[in-house]
Antibody, heavy 118, light 107 residues
Framework: QVQLKESGPGLVQPSETLSLTCTVS????????VSWVRQPSGKGPEWMGR???????AYNSALKSRLSISRDTSKNQVFLKMNSLQTDDTGTYYC????????????WGQGASVTVSS | DIQMTQSPASLSASLGETISIECRAS??????LAWYQQKSGKSPQLLIY???RLQDGVPSRFSGSGSGTQYSLKISGMQPEDEGDYFC?????????FGAGTKLELK
């Protein structure tokens, strides 16, 4: 079945770089896009960006200068890197399967909790 | 960016009651609208896509409607398992944008 799982450090120092990995199974990264979504505690989600099935990327303009999304199809993994982290970057980070159907994210990972603190 | 205004922010419903949640987009999103449910401590789950298409496995008491800039989610007969947060998401233009959410509780 379709599964996504985020992994990465739970604690990041202010001004440092967040690196997260999304490992997928049950579908191919060359057939489906993967979007990253984050959610501060108690708040609404924010779409961060997408790795298209063809290897292209799209980013939220609010994060574009700090954000990079890449992939390794041989390992079924999508990577998120975001630099210059601040305390308001604290939250839960999700990777999602995104079939490019106008806002459809039909499978979500369990989420990775990230705290930015010294 | 397209702004999604969701209302109400919170809602308390009795067992069996029918409720509606609204989302208004700042411009026409051509039915590229999805609804998600998020239960406490869990990841969001897709309920409705393309404004009115029910995702596989979602109970038929959930329905969506709307077009242009105005959309709504209806639950026909509140059940205890429907408690949670609900979000709309526009997928018409990047960046995709979510509504601020509606917290639904059982009265």
């Amino acid at each position: 079945q379709v599964q996504l799982k985020e992994s990465g450090p739970g604690l990041v120092q202010p001004s440092e770089t967040l690196s997260l990995t999304c490992t997928v199974s049950g579908f191919s990264l060359t057939s489906y896009s993967v979007s990253w979504v984050r959610q501060p505690s108690g708040k609404g989600p924010e779409w961060m960006g997408r790795m298209w099935y063809d290897g292209d990327t799209a980013y939220n303009s609010a994060l574009k200068s700090r954000l990079s999304i890449s992939r390794d199809t041989s390992k079924n993994q999508v990577f998120l890197k975001m630099n210059s982290l601040q305390t308001d970057d604290t939250g839960t980070y999700y990777c999602t399967r995104d079939p490019d159907m106008g806002g459809v994210m039909d499978a979500w990972g369990q989420g990775a909790s990230v705290t930015v603190s010294s | 960016d397209i702004q999604m205004t969701q209302s109400p922010a919170s809602l308390s419903a009795s067992l069996g009651e029918t409720i509606s949640i609204e989302c208004r987009a700042s411009e026409d999103i051509y039915s590229n609208l999805a609804w998600y449910q998020q239960k406490s401590g869990k990841s969001p789950q897709l309920l409705i896509y393309a404004a009115n298409r029910l995702q596989d496995g979602v109970p038929s008491r959930f329905s969506g409607s709307g077009s242009g800039t105005q959309y709504s989610l209806k639950i026909s007969g509140m059940q205890p398992e429907d408690e949670g947060d609900y979000f709309c998401l526009q997928g018409s233009k990047f960046p995709y944008t979510f509504g601020a959410g509606t917290k639904l509780e059982l009265k």
